[in-house]
């Protein structure tokens, strides 16, 4: 039981190292263009599908081919913030939403045209690489995919992180995310800086496309499920938190490993009951914060399930109005 | 797609591929005679099940050369015109083509091949309008009970020969018998519905004939991690694993078998549904060799099919030399599907009569590249059970394909011969 519980804790933790990269593109472009991109998960297919046909048609080796697609990938984030997300942005809360849903819609069904429903891997083309490990004292078996992924995750991460800290760029994107008026007067271009932060995020994604095409495989629907982890991740690690993300992408994949242990379908079910707990208990925290900390909202919760449970059902206007109750 | 249906921008792009091909589509015997026999060949040959129609277009050709002269039922001659239409592997699809098959083409007789996704929707639809039908290549059981099927109230225009799930049982016992194992399975099992119907008939079965059978669980299709399967098999032993996974995730899993080390301590990975094909095995590179799969025909069986006048390895032979491509089990499963209904038009006397030809299934027994197709004595009306063998892909001692197919098994026919003793599954082969 030890050593099971132990493996799935490993296995879950660098299957989190996944989850960060696809999630740490939606945290950026939430966090710091203040964009919700729908399309996240489909643009990561998109790169697992160009990788996958230059490997397969072009006769591309998978390294080259992940060379030549990222860049592209990064072209595709800024012209589309260039020409779509910047004018949805301005549109109010509602239009970048819809947009993206629809370029989502789009990309999908542009794929299967493309390149038709079948699953597609690249497990075949990183040859041994897929399936080999290392085997340690006590009989721990780490994959060495799944170790490359984390790896690669925390050098993303990190170099994302010391680039928003040390460059020029990174000191733009930063002061456009807490102000765009006051960096536009100091001289900062706003709308380079979210189109930058756009190309990254897109990168970002198909990058992670590329992953999940090695260690499983992809069809042209597969990326809303995609998108599903990774608001998780995001949610569990903190909106806008780099570190964060790739924590709350360990926390995800470790719930998921642990929820199989109890049964096979219970991974997905409990990697999403961790993120709704979380979820409410962020809400609930900062609930009890404006209510006067955790008792003081405790004790007004209690006299509200007293009062429901003793009197019936009080009609709402009748019942003396608390603070809680607004 | 011999007429016009509605196209959906989404399937332009396949459609305009076969429009290229559209003209040849249906294939017409040269027959000095008025009448011509219509045989309506409804089939996946595009989509995820693509591969299972490869050989369709090269067989629907090879037909028609052979029958070239006409056919003589009942004292007159009748030329043979084969239609084929595109079921683009999808269930719905199968049902419109077929319905527009015989709104549009009034074929005497439909058949169809591969997959309950394509089997159950055709013959669902021939059956509605009164069309004789005949399909193979998935599990009886699929297609009678799948189809709402009454033994006692049978259908009354459609027949299927093939394999059936109730066979997996002595068909494994007769394969795994052949290597000594601590007779510990490891039943991978998806959610769907062949995964459960599996579950509840073939691990009491098993277990019956002295087998230990460990079931990870029903897990849903498309999964990317089965750490937590491979490590209950690997903790509990077992040295012999089943699947029954949707074909696209046996790769991902057995990848990950290897990582864990699942692969290593394992002697028999055998497979169903996945592994029919070579193509499969190519994508799985060096951990390919040596996985035990079932066929249902193979290039070294001892039959040949009478209505394309060419044996086992001339099939084989002829596939190959027509596509460029390694055989499959398809010429030979789709070539018996042409024999069955050679002899159903002969036995019915009046091949334009439907009922004829219908009540001519109902008792048929026919010699087929399958073997003996029994109608008679199948176990529900209008069903017949052809056999398995076991098989096991082995790295081709020459020539040009990387794969190679041999026979390990024979228990539900021991007329086809063993090619190959089963080898204990290593890394590498």
């Known amino acids: 039981m030890f050593d099971g519980v132990l493996q799935a804790l490993l296995q879950g933790g660098l299957l989190g190292g996944y989850y960060a990269i696809i ?20 643009m990561a297919v998109l790169g697992a599908m160009v990788t996958i046909t230059l490997t397969e048609v072009g006769g591309v080796p998978v390294l080259w081919s992940i060379m030549i697609m990222l860049p592209a990938m990064a072209l595709m984030g800024w012209v589309m913030h260039a020409t779509l997300f910047q004018r949805a942005m301005r549109g109010g809360f509602l239009l970048p939403i819809l947009v993206t849903i629809g370029l989502g819609a789009a990309l ?84 380079q800086a979210h189109r930058a932060a756009a190309a990254i995020a897109v990168t970002l994604a198909a990058l992670a496309g590329v992953f999940l095409a090695m260690r499983g495989q992809v069809t ?29 992408g360990m926390v995800l994949g470790v719930s998921q490993s642990l929820g199989g242990l109890i049964s096979p379908q219970g991974s997905l079910l409990a990697g999403h009951l961790v993120f709704v707990s979380v979820l409410i208990w962020r809400l609930s925290r900062d609930w009890a914060r404006d209510h006067g900390g955790w008792r003081a909202s405790l004790a007004i919760s209690a006299i509200k399930l007293r009062r429901r449970l003793t009197g019936g059902a009080p009609a709402p206007d009748r019942a003396p109005s608390s603070k809680g109750a607004a | ?69 006409g056919v003589e039922i009942g004292g007159k001659t009748y030329g043979i015109e084969v239609i084929l239409a595109d079921t683009q592997s999808d269930p719905l699809r199968a049902s419109q083509e077929t319905r527009d098959l015989i709104n549009g083409q009034n074929p005497d007789i439909v058949i169809a091949s591969s997959t309950p996704e394509t089997t159950n929707p055709v013959a669902d ?9 005949i399909t193979t290549v998935a599990p009886w059981e699929a297609f ?6 009454d033994p006692e109230n049978p259908f009354k225009w459609t027949f299927h020969f093939s394999f059936g799930a109730g066979d997996f049982a002595p068909f494994y016992n007769g394969q795994w018998a052949k290597l000594e194992t601590n007779k510990k399975v490891g039943m991978l099992l998806p959610n769907d519905a062949d995964g459960n119907a599996i579950r509840s008939n073939l691990i009491p079965a098993l277990e019956g004939l002295g ?39 046996f790769p991902v899993f057995w990848r990950q078998a290897a990582q864990l080390g699942l692969a290593q301590q394992v002697k028999i990975m055998q497979m169903a549904k996945a592994g029919l094909f070579a193509a499969e095995m190519e994508a799985m590179g060096q951990l390919g060799y040596g996985l035990a799969s079932g066929a249902y025909w193979h290039r070294l069986f001892p039959t040949s099919s009478p209505s394309l006048g060419m044996s086992s390895v001339e099939l084989a032979d002829g596939f190959e030399a027509a596509t460029g491509k390694q055989w499959t089990q398809q010429p030979g499963a789709n070539a018996a599907l042409f024999d069955v209904l050679m002899a159903a038009l002969g036995a019915s006397g009046n091949p334009k009569d439907k009922a004829a030809v219908a009540g001519a299934c109902r008792t048929l027994v026919a010699d087929t590249a399958v073997g003996t197709v029994d109608f008679a004595n199948g176990p529900m009306p209008g069903i017949a059970v052809t056999p398995l063998v076991g098989t096991q892909w082995v790295k081709a001692p020459d020539g040009p394909y990387d794969f190679s197919m041999e026979i390990t098994s024979n228990a539900l026919a021991p007329n086809v011969p063993l090619t190959a003793a089963l080898k204990p599954y290593r890394i590498g082969g």
């Open chain 1, 23 to 42: 999630a740490a593109g939606l945290s950026l472009m939430v966090g710091v263009v203040r964009f919700i991109n729908l399309a996240h998960g489909d």
């Open chain 1, 220 to 248: 042209p629907y597969s990326g809303p499920a995609q998108l599903i982890f990774a608001f998780e991740a995001v949610v569990i690690g903190g909106i806008g938190s780099l570190g964060g993300t790739l924590i709350g």
């Open chain 2, 211 to 249: 087998f230990e059978c460990f079931d990870a669980g029903p897990y849903e299709n498309m999964t990317s991690d089965f750490s937590n399967q491979i490590n209950f098999f690997k903790k509990n032993g077992c040295e012999i694993i089943n699947a029954f996974p949707f074909p696209p995730d």
């Open chain 2, 125 to 133: 639809a021939c059956e509605a309008a009164g069309v004789p039908c």
């Open chain 2, 1 to 69: 797609m011999t007429k016009h249906t509605t196209i959906s921008r989404r399937r332009f792009g396949a459609l305009a591929g076969a429009a290229a091909l559209a003209p040849a589509l249906s294939t017409r015997a040269a027959a000095q005679t008025d009448e011509v026999i219509r045989i309506g060949w409804v089939g996946p040959r595009s989509g995820p099940l693509g591969i299972f129609g490869e050989a369709d277009r090269w067989l629907a050709d090879a037909f028609a050369a052979k029958q070239a002269g």
């Open chain 2, 144 to 149: 009678f009970f799948g189809r709402g099927g």
């Open chain 1, 108 to 191: 999908q069904n542009g794929m299967f045209g493309l390149w038709g429903s079948n699953t597609r891997s690249l497990g075949a083309s990183i040859g041994e690489l897929s399936w080999a490990s290392w085997i340690l004292p006590g009989g721990i078996i780490l994959g060495k995919l799944p170790v490359l992924i984390f790896v690669t995750a925390v050098v993303v991460i990190g170099a994302l992180h010391l680039m928003l800290k040390k460059t020029k760029l990174g000191r733009a994107i930063r002061a456009t995310a807490s102000d765009p008026e006051a960096a536009e007067m100091c001289g900062v271009s706003s709308r």
